[in-house]
C-alpha cells in the first residue's frame, strides 16, 4: 500500500471522497437515463476521435446515419469528434435526432457541433451504459483501445445472455477483417476459450447500405433471434474460406 493511501485511510480523506464519488455516479446516471428513456429507434455509433472529415471511414459513417436518420432512427454517439461527429453530422443532415454523449478528457474529446441533444459525463463506465442501454443496434467503425473496449463488453453481454442479441454491425473491412479473423483462428480454433458459436454475435458488413439493411430487418426479427439478421454463417467466415 502506497503511503499516500494509508494517510488518506487513515486521516479518513478517502471514506469522504467515496462518498462524493458515490453521488456523482448516481447523478450521471440519473441525468442520463433521463435523456435516453425519451428516445426511440436509437443506433448507437462507436469509432476513432482522429479521423476528419476526409477519411473514408468518416465517410462511410456519414453516410449511415444519413440513411437511418431519414428512415427514422435516433443516432446516439459519444459526442466528439471523428466517427462521432460523423454519425451526428449524418443524422443532424437528415433531420433526425442527433444524441451526443460526451466524456471529459484532457485531450481530443469535445463536443462535436451536430448534436440536437447532449449530456457529459466524468466516468466512462456511466457513459458506457448509456450508449448501450437503449439501442436497437450497435454499429462500429474503426477506432482505439477505446472502441475495442466498447464492442467487447456488448460482445460479452450477448454471448453471457445478460442482454439479447441485438445488431453488432462492424463497418471497414481493412480494420475488422483481421481482427476477427484472430479471434476465428486463435481465440476460438487454437485455445478454444470461446465457442463457435460466439462468432455470429458480429456482423462485418462489406457496404454501407449492407449495414442499414442489417439495422433494417432486425425490425422483424423475432425476440432472441440472431440468426434473423445475422445469417446463418458470420460474412467473415465467409470471406476467410473464400480466400
Known sequence: MSNGIKSD?????????????????????????????????TVSFFGSARFDENDHHYKEARELAQKLGKAGYTIVTGGGPGIMEAGNRGAMEAGAESVGLNIQLPKEQRLNPYTTRSQGFHYFFTRKVM????AQAYVFFPGGFGTLDELLELVVLVQTKKIDPLPIVLIGKDFWRPFLQWIEEHVEKKHGAIDRKDLGIMHLAQTVDEAFEVIQNAKLCPPNA????????????RDAKSK
Open 226 to 237: 440472431s440468426k434473423c439478421w445475422y445469417g446463418y454463417q458470420p460474412h467473415h467466415v
Open 9 to 41: 485511510l487513515e486521516s479518513g480523506h478517502m471514506g469522504d471522497q467515496f462518498g462524493w464519488r458515490i453521488f456523482r455516479i448516481m447523478a450521471e446516471f440519473v441525468d442520463g437515463f433521463q435523456l435516453i428513456l425519451g428516445l426511440k429507434n
Open 131 to 134: 450508449l448501450s442501454f437503449a
